[in-house]
C-alpha cells in the first residue's frame, strides 16, 4: 500500500459523499493536502458543526441549528400560506425560482408503507396541528408526481379537506422548451388532460 | 436565504473540493445531514487529523504523517532502483499497474521557472544528495511528456550524469487499444522515431 494511513483514511472518509469514486476521492485528498490546506481544515470544523448542531426546524422540519430556520423565523412571511415539499432542497429550488412568499413544510421523504415510512415519519401530526390551529389558509402541494407521491398528496388533501383548508397543486405537464416527440406518454397524457384556457 | 448559517457554511466549504460545484455541494450537504450523520464526522475527523499530521516524507517528498512513508519504510524494497514522478497519485498508478519494486521521488511540480518553480521547489538538492551517496544504481524518469516535464527530465539527467547513474524514461507512443487514426501527429512521430525491434 502506498499511502500512509492518514491519507488512507481520508480517502476513504471522501467516499461517503454522493458521487464521489475512488478516483475523485484520491483527486480531493491531493488537492486538500498539496494545495488547500486551510481550506481542508475549514471543512473539517464546518462538518463537525453541522453533524454536531444540525437539527429540524420545530415548525417545517427543515434543516437547521437554531429553534426556527431562517424563513420560519423571519416574520415577513405569509404564514397563511403553506407549500409542502419533500426535501430540503425542494425549497432552495422554489425560492430560486419562485417569488412565492409564504412558508414551507419539508416531509423529508413521502409515504412508502413497503419501506416502513408512514405519516409519523413525514411529520403529518405536527402538520395537522398546525392546519387545525386556523392560521394556515392554503396548502400548496410541490411533491414529487410518482406513485409514493401522489399517495402523500392524496393523504395530505384529506387533512386539508378535514380541517377546510384550501388545497392546490403545482402544475405537472411538458417542461419549457420541451419537445413533444421527447415527451413521456404519462407526462404527454397528463399534460393534455389538465389543459387550461389560452387567453 | 433558505438555509441556516452551519448549513450554508457547509455548502461553501465543500466547494473547496475539485470537481464540486453549487449544486453538488448542495446535494453532498443534504446526504451528510440527512441520512450520514456518523460519516460527516468520520469524515471531518479524517480532514482534520489529514491537515494537521500529513507532511512529507524525509526520502521521497510523497505525503504521509511519519517521517518516512510506508514505502520508503518498508525496507523490502530495492533501494537501488529510484523512479522520478510528478505526483503522489501517480505513486499509486504505478504500483497498482507495474511490478516495480524500487523506491519512488515524488518532485511535486515540474520545473517552470516562470511559475517560480526551479530545482529547490522540487526538492532537487535532496535528490542529488540522494545520488551521491552511491546507493541509487539506476533512476526510471515517469515524468509527463510535457514541455515542462521535458525539462525536467533534461535536468535530472544532467544530474544523473554527473553522478554516473544509469537513466531510463519510461516509453510514451501510442496507448494500447488506441487506433492511429485517432493519434495526435506529435505523439505519432514520437512512437515512429521510437519504434523497436520486433521479436
Known amino acids: 500500500m502506498a499511502y500512509s494511513p492518514a491519507v488512507q483514511e481520508l ?3 471522501l467516499r461517503c459523499l454522493p458521487g464521489v469514486g475512488p478516483k475523485s476521492a484520491q483527486r480531493m485528498t491531493f488537492s486538500l493536502l498539496q494545495h488547500d490546506r486551510s481550506a481542508a481544515g475549514r471543512l473539517a470544523r464546518a462538518l463537525q458543526t453541522a453533524a454536531d448542531s444540525v ?3 420545530r415548525l417545517c422540519r427543515n434543516l437547521t441549528e437554531a429553534d426556527l430556520c431562517p424563513l420560519c423565523a423571519s416574520g415577513r412571511r405569509d404564514p397563511g400560506l403553506l407549500c409542502v415539499v419533500e426535501n430540503p432542497s425542494d425549497v432552495q429550488a422554489l425560492e430560486d425560482a419562485t417569488d412565492y412568499g409564504g412558508l ?3 416531509l423529508k421523504g413521502r409515504l412508502s408503507p413497503l419501506d416502513g415510512i408512514g405519516p409519523g415519519e413525514l411529520g ?5 396541528a398546525r392546519l387545525a390551529a386556523g392560521e394556515v389558509g392554503e396548502i400548496i402541494l410541490a411533491v ?3 406513485v409514493e407521491g401522489e399517495a402523500t398528496a392524496q393523504y395530505i388533501a384529506g387533512m386539508a379537506a378535514d380541517a377546510g383548508v ?6 405537472h405537464g411538458v417542461p419549457l422548451g420541451g419537445d413533444l416527440d421527447y415527451v413521456d406518454a404519462g407526462t404527454l397524457s397528463h399534460a393534455f388532460a389538465g389543459r387550461a384556457r389560452y387567453r
Open 166 to 171: 384550501d388545497i392546490a397543486r403545482i402544475a
Open 55 to 57: 437539527g429540524e426546524c
Open 124 to 128: 403529518l401530526e405536527s402538520l395537522e
Open 11 to 13: 480517502m476513504e472518509a
Open 104 to 106: 414551507y413544510f419539508v
Open 144 to 146: 414529487s408526481p410518482t
